[in-house]
C-alpha cells in the first residue's frame, strides 16, 4: 500500500498532456474495450478494495487526491482518537510519539486502516467510528471491549494474525453470547489466540465446549493458543490429551480462582500424570491454577520459557 502510494503520488504530480475530449474518449475505448462512461462509473462505484487494484493497473482511475485517509494503526489515547501514518521507524514499532491526534469528527475522507486497531474498554466509541471506515486491513486485533458478533465481523477477521480478546464479550443480534469456539473459527489465518473468561463469558461455556474448541484447533492455523480465567466446566482431560497429540503449539491455560477444590484437586492429578507421561523436551505448556503445586508450576514455566 505505501509503495503503491509513493508510485501514485510521484506520478500524478506530472500531470495529464491537454488532450480534445472527443480524441480521449476514442482513445479510452480502444484502450480498455469500454466506453468511458461505464468507466466512470466504475471509478464513482467500486469498492475501495476494487477500486485500489483498478488504479494498479490503470492511470484511469487514479484520483488527482488519493480517495481515502491511509493510517498503520489507529487508536483512543488520553481522551483522544489517535493514529499512525504508514512511514514510522521499524524499530520502534509503537513509540507513542508516533501517533498523531485525529479529529474523526471532522475528517473529510473514510479511513483505510492497514494493520491494529485496538479497542480498549468502557470506551464504547466503536460504532462512531464505524462510519468514517472504508477498508479495515488490520492483521492484529486487541479487544476489550463488548462488539456484536456483526461489528466484529467489520474488522477484516479472515486476516488477522493475532487475536487478543481481553474479557471481551461478544453477542448474536439477539443478545446471546457467542461462545469461544464460534469466534475461534472466525479467525482462520490466525497464528495466535488469546481469550480471557470474563464474567458472563464463562456461565456461557459449555461442558461440551471444550471439544468444539479441540475440533476448531485442529482445522486452524494457529502456533499459539491461550485461555484465561477458565472455568470449571472445561474438560481439562480431553484437552490434554489434545495437547499430548499435538505439541507443535504453545499453550497456556490460566484457570479461574473460583474453580472448587474438588476441580482443582482432580487437575492436580491430571496435570501430574501429563508431566510424568506426556512432558517431553520440545513441550511449550504453561498452566496455571489456585492451589497448584510449586513444583509442577516450575516445569511448567521452564516448559513454557523454551524457545518456540
Request: glycine share 2%.
Amino acid at each position: 500500500m505505501d509503495k503503491f502510494l509513493a508510485k501514485w503520488k510521484r506520478k500524478i504530480s506530472k500531470g495529464d498532456s491537454m488532450e480534445p475530449p472527443s480524441a480521449k474518449r476514442r482513445r479510452i475505448s480502444c484502450e480498455y474495450g469500454f466506453r468511458e462512461s461505464f468507466l466512470n462509473y466504475l471509478k464513482k462505484n467500486a469498492n475501495p478494495r476494487l477500486l485500489l487494484k483498478l488504479m494498479q493497473v490503470s492511470k484511469y482511475f487514479w484520483f488527482k487526491e488519493f480517495p481515502f485517509f491511509v493510517v498503520k494503526d489507529i487508536r483512543y489515547e488520553n481522551d483522544q482518537w489517535q493514529y499512525r501514518g504508514l512511514k514510522r521507524p521499524l524499530q520502534c514499532e509503537m513509540c507513542s510519539n508516533l501517533f498523531h491526534p485525529i479529529d474523526i469528527e471532522k475528517i473529510t475522507k473514510k479511513l483505510w486502516i492497514v494493520e491494529s486497531f485496538p479497542i480498549r474498554p468502557d470506551y464504547n466509541l466503536f460504532s462512531t467510528l464505524v462510519s468514517k471506515i472504508a477498508v479495515c486491513n488490520i492483521t492484529e486485533l486487541v479487544l476489550y471491549d463488548d462488539l456484536s458478533l456483526s461489528e466484529l465481523k467489520l474488522l477484516n477477521v479472515n486476516e488477522i494474525k493475532d487475536a487478543f480478546f481481553g474479557g471481551a464479550i461478544i453477542t448474536q443480534s439477539n443478545g446471546d453470547i457467542v461462545s469461544v469456539e464460534t469466534i475461534l473459527q472466525l479467525f482462520p489465518k490466525a497464528k495466535n489466540f488469546c481469550f480471557d473468561f470474563y464474567e458472563a463469558a464463562s456461565f456461557s461455556f459449555k461442558p461440551e465446549s471444550t471439544k468444539n474448541i479441540i475440533k476448531a484447533l485442529k482445522k486452524s492455523r494457529i502456533q499459539s493458543f491461550k485461555l484465561e480465567n477458565i472455568p470449571e466446566t472445561f474438560d481439562f482431560e480431553a484437552f490434554f490429551e489434545f495437547m499430548h497429540q499435538n505439541p507443535a503449539k504453545r499453550y497456556y491455560l490460566d484457570f479461574s480462582t473460583n474453580i472448587s477444590a474438588q476441580y482443582s484437586r482432580e487437575l492436580q492429578a491430571a496435570v501430574n500424570n501429563f508431566i510424568e507421561n506426556h512432558f517431553e523436551d520440545y513441550t511449550t505448556v504453561l498452566i496455571s491454577f489456585f492451589d497448584q503445586d510449586d513444583d509442577s508450576y516450575e516445569k511448567f514455566e521452564e516448559a513454557c520459557n523454551r524457545p518456540f
